[in-house]
């Protein structure tokens, strides 16, 4: 039994280690993918500034490594043999000093070291040493000038590289006294490695500044051809000034840009013209229809009869609207309180209160198509007068948004319906009376235009208990 206990115990002890393990792995993974989120939104979004990443990066590591491998060769490898040279010049003085410490020959020595070595040297009658200095930042010096005093006289000393800077000053103590040494820093340290890494910040300087000119000229056309792509996309005249430049790559994409314009434009304009004869072809038809029904008799059956001509007329002219889209109308600036204020002129007919609020004292001006963006409002006001009693539009602008909710107290729409009724033709039950005039194609042309302004249409609920429709546009 005792040993059944133990199997049972160990057996829990691997599940709970297996677990552990188990979330300190996700732990590790989300952590990695939260580094990596955070890494990727701190970089630059833009075309611009990776190039100049791409640019600079290898510039910044060259110049790193560079600096790094003249900084261990070539600086300390001077710096080691000119303090190694000051060291001996040092230890040759105290040699000969040892050999004759009188009064003449400590002054003959203190000139020979003047005029031959270039060293102030000085017998100072003192017994200890001065306490240890704080060594600097960059102890360079300090480290290979006190290694090679320490192997050529291995005695006890005192360096000072900070207390003036053109100077180094040595004190070794011998016997009773201090002898003091005071060299020129030129003689310890490399000084003039300075100038390299001045030559070669400053050619990096103009080597980046170089690069920039050319790249910003490299994007420029690039970015032009953005703008007028956009500026396609929203229905708007391209730039004046856009033409194919730039590198070959980026003429590529503008020309092929230009011929998908045309080709888009030229189709548009043969289907409209198409569309234009159908619809002539039609009316003349239905005008046939209606002088005939003007010389029949008033009687229930002729009543019928021009009910349904009318019918069938207001469902041509939205099939044609629907199918001809923006057409070839262009953007041109369209005051946004003038044209509501004729909208709910318009829709006061279909006795239902309609109100306007807008957070802007003064008009605003948007560049707008302005027949096809008054269909398109027209149609969500009228949805919503249909089916409520109140309807309020709202207009406002949010950041580089031209945002308008038309907001409506009525029955709604169910969410799951809501992607569905922007389908053609497609009709919700409590909407499925001919008797209106419902063709099903009210909210598709509405989206289809608001998309040919490069915005979109959204529908949501309302505050008043009903739908909310939100047709957003890029100011």
Known sequence: MAFLGQSAHLARTRVGLRRLTSALLKALDYIQSAGMRLFAEMLPKGLYARALIIIIAPIVVLEGVVAFVFMERHWQAVTSRLSEATARDIAALISVYEQNPSDDGQKRLIEMARE???????????????PARPKPFFDLLDRELSRQISTQINRPYWIDTVGQSNL??????????????VARRTQTYASNSEIFLVWMVGSSVILLTVAIMFLRNQIRPILRLAEAADAFGKGRPEPPDFKPRGAREVRQAALAFLEMKERITTHVEQRTTMLAGVSHDLRTVLTRFKLQLALL?????????????????????DYLAFAKGHGGEEAKPVRLKELLNEIIDEASMLGVDIQLKTRRRKDLVVPLKRHAFKRALSNLVSNAARFAETVVIRAATERRWLRIEIDDDGPGIPVEERDHVFEPFYRLDVARNQDKG??????????????????????????????????????
């Open 116 to 130: 031959k070595l270039n060293l102030q040297m000085t017998i100072l009658r003192q017994n200890d040493l001065p």
């Open 297 to 317: 008799e008033d009687s229930p059956e002729s009543q019928s009869l021009r009910a349904d001509v009318d019918e069938m007329q207001h469902m041509l002219e």
């Open 168 to 181: 180094v000053e040595i004190r070794v103590k011998h016997n009773d006294e201090i002898l003091r040494f």
């Open 438 to 475: 419902n063709t099903g194609l009210g909210l598709a042309i509405a989206r289809d235009i608001a998309r040919s302004h490069g915005g979109e249409i959204t529908l949501g609920e309302s505050s008043m208990g009903g739908l909310r429709a939100v047709i957003s546009i890029p100011l």
